[in-house]
C-alpha cells in the first residue's frame, strides 16, 4: 500500500500533481494539504474511478498531521513562484519558512517518508529540510530529494532535432549541480544513445537548459512559473521513486541530494567540494541506493560549466544551512 501527500496541493503545481498521482495505480491513499482550497480540489478528484483513495486538508484541526501520518511518500511545492525579473532566490525570504515548517512536520509524522522538495530556491530548500530532519535526529539522506527532474525534460526536449528520438524522453540526458541558472549544468558529452549536438548550437542549448525557467516566467507574465510541466517532472520523478520502492531495478534518475549520506557520495562530494549536488542516483527500496560520479571525462566546457555551478551552489547551500542553524 502506497500513501502519497501533497504539500501545497492547492497551487499551479500541485492541483495537476495531484491529478496524475491520483490517476497513478501505484499510488493507494492520496492526501492533499494546502492552506486553502483543499477540500475542494480533494472532492473534485474524488470522483475519478482511480485506485487512490483522497482527503483533503487545511491547517485547522491538526490537517498536517492527519495527511503526513502513514506517509510513504511527500512532494512538496509549497511556496511562492517566480515574477518576471525575480530569481530564484528571490523567493527565499517567504518559501525557506514554509519548507522549514513542512519538514518539522514530516520529521514529527512520517519521519520515514519519502521527500520530494519542488519549492524553490531547491538549492537552499533541500538543505533546510535536511537540518530540520537532523536536528529532530530523523535525518536519513537516502530519503530526502530536490527535484530537478523538470532541467532533464527540458534538455530531452530542447535536443528532439539532435537525439532524433520519436519520443524525446528516450534519450538520457544527465543534467548535474543545482537547480538555478548557471547551477543547472547538462551534460551534453554524456547522452545515450550517443548524439552529437553541433559545435555553433552548443552555447544556446545549455543556455536554454539552464534558463528554460525564465522563458515560462516572461510568458505567463506575472502570472506565475512552470506549473504543468512541473507537475509532469515531479509525477515522473515521484513515480520513479514509487517503482524502486516497489523494488524495480535499473531505475536512475538525476536529483539534488545529500552527498555524505549516500553511498557513492563521498567521491563526488570530495571532487566537487559541496555537500549538496544533483547526480544521477539509482533508486531502490530504501530509496537514493547509490550516487553516481560522472564527473570523469567530461569535457573542458563542461568543466567550465561545472566551476561556475559549484561557485554559486556554495552560497545557496550555506544559506540554507544557516536558516536553520541561526535562524534570523
Ligand atoms: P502557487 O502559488 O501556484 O502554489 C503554491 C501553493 O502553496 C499555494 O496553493 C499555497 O496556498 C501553498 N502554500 C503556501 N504556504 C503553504 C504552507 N505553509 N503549507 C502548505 N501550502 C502552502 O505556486 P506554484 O506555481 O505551484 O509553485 C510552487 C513552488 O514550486 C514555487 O516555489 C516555485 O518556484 C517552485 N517550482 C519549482 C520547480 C522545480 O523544478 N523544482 C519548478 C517549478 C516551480
Ligand atoms: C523552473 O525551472 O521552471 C522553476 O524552477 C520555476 C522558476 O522559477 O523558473
Do not use: W
Not at 26 to 47: C, F, K, M, Q, R
Not at 98 to 118: H, M, N, W, Y
Not at 164 to 170: A, F
Not at 261 to 288: H, M, R, Y
Amino acid at each position: 500500500m502506497v500513501k502519497a501527500v501533497v504539500l501545497g496541493a492547492s497551487g499551479g503545481i500541485g492541483q495537476p500533481l495531484s491529478l496524475l498521482l491520483k490517476a497513478c495505480p501505484l499510488v493507494d491513499e492520496l492526501a492533499l494539504y494546502d492552506v486553502v482550497n483543499t477540500p475542494g480540489v480533494a472532492a473534485d478528484l474524488s470522483h475519478i474511478s482511480s485506485v487512490a483513495k483522497i482527503s483533503g486538508y487545511l491547517p485547522k484541526d491538526d490537517g498536517l498531521k492527519h495527511a503526513l501520518t502513514g506517509a510513504d511518500i511527500v512532494v512538496i511545492p509549497a511556496g511562492i513562484p517566480r515574477k518576471p525579473g525575480m530569481t530564484r532566490d528571490d523567493l527565499f525570504k517567504i518559501n525557506a519558512g514554509i519548507v522549514r515548517d513542512l519538514a518539522k512536520g514530516i520529521a514529527e509524522f512520517s519521519p520515514k517518508a519519502f521527500t520530494l522538495v519542488i519549492s524553490n530556491p531547491v538549492n537552499s530548500t533541500v538543505p533546510i529540510a535536511a537540518e530540520v530532519l537532523k536536528a529532530a535526529g530523523v535525518f536519513d539522506p537516502k530519503r530526502l530529494f530536490g527535484v530537478t527532474t523538470l532541467d532533464v525534460v527540458r534538455a530531452e526536449t530542447f535536443t528532439q532535432e539532435f537525439s532524433g528520438q520519436k519520443d524525446p524522453s528516450e534519450a538520457t540526458i544527465p543534467v548535474i549541480g543545482g537547480h538555478s541558472g548557471e547551477t543547472i549544468v547538462p551534460l551534453f558529452s554524456k547522452v545515450s544513445p550517443n548524439f552529437q549536438i553541433p559545435a555553433d548550437r552548443y552555447d544556446a542549448l545549455v543556455n536554454r537548459v539552464q534558463f528554460g525557467g525564465d522563458e515560462v516566467v516572461k510568458a505567463k507574465d506575472g502570472a506565475g512559473s512552470a506549473t504543468l510541466s512541473m507537475a509532469y517532472a515531479g509525477f515522473r520523478f515521484a513515480k520513479a521513486v514509487i517503482k524502486a520502492a516497489k523494488g524495480e531495478k535499473g531505475i536512475v534518475e538525476p536529483t539534488f541530494v545529500y552527498l555524505p549520506g549516500v553511498p557513492g557520495g563521498d567521491e563526488i562530494a570530495k571532487a566537487t567540494g559541496v555537500d549538496f549536488f544533483s547526480t544521477p542516483v539509482e533508486l531502490g527500496p530504501n530509496g537514493a541506493e547509490k550516487a553516481i560520479n560522472i564527473l570523469g571525462g567530461v569535457t573542458d566546457q563542461e568543466q567550465k560549466l561545472l566551476e561556475a555551478c559549484i561557485k554559486g551552489l556554495k552560497g545557496n547551500i550555506e544559506k540554507g544551512v544557516e536558516f536553520v542553524k541561526n535562524p534570523p
